[in-house]
T-cell receptor, first 116, second 116 residues
């Protein structure tokens, strides 16, 4: 079974631009979560999508948005990029099985975004 | 308030010895799950072990075990017989609530270096 894939793996943008990152979950997984990882703030939850609906949201400004398609693939978008948005963006998928307490999240390799 | 605290920014251990990585958590929800992830320099997050708040026994997965002390709100990871490949960043994470959710709250991480 293929793992979680994220594209692109590396990205360089300049301030003010916008960017779209893509995540393809493991086949059959319905939940996709996004995290931002920076040296200063660590790993922070951005949002989670389940069945094309945002189920949870972290404390990030409205410049950060996402969506999920009917095939569970997800995209996140960051508009008006700031220097502080430079980070590793990790996507995780989960089978989200009812009655299973330890619905493990499987992480992708991440997209490293650099904002100049 | 910090919900997950990992007080050891860095740890060293001799190859073949055991090491304990500390994690304390804070939640008022009686139902929660605790996870440990490993992040090698490549960036991908690798799931190691899970402990549910209602689990009666400490979780074990191969060389990994979790020392779960509910009253003290601690969930320390024990790695037995350390190997050079164990050198990585280790994160403790918590999921709150009974309802399935992809939102994990992460600690700041502990960098483990295994010495030959």
């Amino acid at each position: 079974k293929a793992g979680v894939t994220q594209t692109p793996r590396y990205l360089i943008k300049t301030r003010g631009q916008q960017v779209t990152l893509s995540c393809s979950p493991i086949s059959g997984h319905r939940s996709v979560s996004w995290y931002q990882q920076t040296p200063g703030q660590g790993l922070q939850f951005l949002f989670e999508y389940f069945s094309e609906t945002q189920r949870n949201k972290g404390n990030f400004p409205g410049r950060f948005s996402g969506r999920q398609f009917s095939n569970s693939r997800s995209e996140m978008n960051v508009s008006t990029l700031e220097l502080g948005d430079s980070a590793l963006y990790l996507c995780a998928s989960s089978p989200d099985l009812v009655g299973v307490p330890n619905n493990e999240q499987f992480f992708g390799p991440g997209t490293r975004l650099t904002v100049l | 308030a910090q919900k997950i605290t990992q007080t050891q920014p860095g740890m060293f251990v001799q190859e073949k010895e055991a090491v304990t990585l500390d994690c304390t958590y804070d939640t008022s929800d009686p139902s929660y799950g605790l996870f440990w992830y490993k992040q090698p320099s490549s960036g991908e997050m690798i799931f190691l072990i899970y402990q549910g708040s209602y689990d009666q026994q400490n979780a074990t997965e191969g060389r990994y075990s979790l020392n779960f002390q509910k009253a003290r709100k601690s969930a320390n990871l024990v790695i037995s017989a350390s190997q050079l490949g164990d050198s990585a960043m280790y994160f403790c994470a918590m999921r709150e609530g009974q309802v399935n959710t992809g939102k994990l709250i992460f600690g700041q991480g502990t960098t483990l270096q295994v010495k030959p």
